[in-house]
C-alpha cells in the first residue's frame, strides 16, 4: 500500500500539472470524494444489516419461548397452571428492588407512634455490597423516624460478619428475652409484615440494630 510520503511526492511532481488545469483537478477531487462516500456508505449498510439480522434472531427466540410458555400453560391443568404463574411472579419479585411499600410505611408510622416513647437508640447497618441496599435503607429511616424519643443513626459495612439470609436482620442480645427497645421494633416489623430475622449480634453503638444485606 503506498505510503503517505509517496502521495506527498507524487502531489509535488504533479501540482505544475494541477496548477494547469485547475478544473479537471477540482473535478477528480469530486470524484475521489464520491467513490470515499460510496465505500463508507456500503460498509455501514453492511454493518446494520448485520445487526438488524441479531435482532430479528433474537426476536424470533423470545417469540418462540413465549410461544412455548403459552403452549405450556394451555396444555396444564388450572391448578398446576396458576401454581407455575405464581412461582414465576415470586420469581420476578425477588429480582426487584427492595421498597418498602406505602402499605409497610402506613403501619410502621402508627404502630411507631403507638408504641413510641421511652429513649433508645436504632442504627441501620447496610452493606455495601448489596445493590438495593441503600434505597431499603432509606426507606427504613424515614418510616422510623415517627419514633418519638428514639434516636436513629446510619452506617454501611462491606461484608458484615452476621447477616440474616433473608437482608433484615433485626440485631438483639438474646432472641429468647428482648429488651423492650428490641421488643418495640420487633412489633413493628412483624404488624408491618416485612420479612426479618433475629441475629443474636449486639451493635456497641445502639440499643437496637438493624442490617440489611442481600437476599440468599
Known sequence: MP????????????????????????????????????IQRWAFGTVITHKDGKIAHLEERLKMRDDQLTNKLQSTPPGEAQELIRTLQTQIDAMKPRRLTDTQKASIARTAIARGGGSYSLTIIRDMASADSGAYANDLIHAFGNLQGWTISSGAAIGPGRTAPCGLGLCVHNRSNLNPGERIIFDILQSAEIDFEMIELVHPDADVGLMISAKL
Open 3 to 38: 505510503s503517505l510520503q509517496w502521495f506527498l511526492d507524487h502531489l509535488a511532481q504533479e501540482w505544475a500539472v494541477i496548477q494547469g488545469a485547475p478544473a479537471l483537478a477540482a473535478a477528480y477531487a469530486l470524484m475521489a470524494t464520491f467513490v470515499i462516500w460510496l
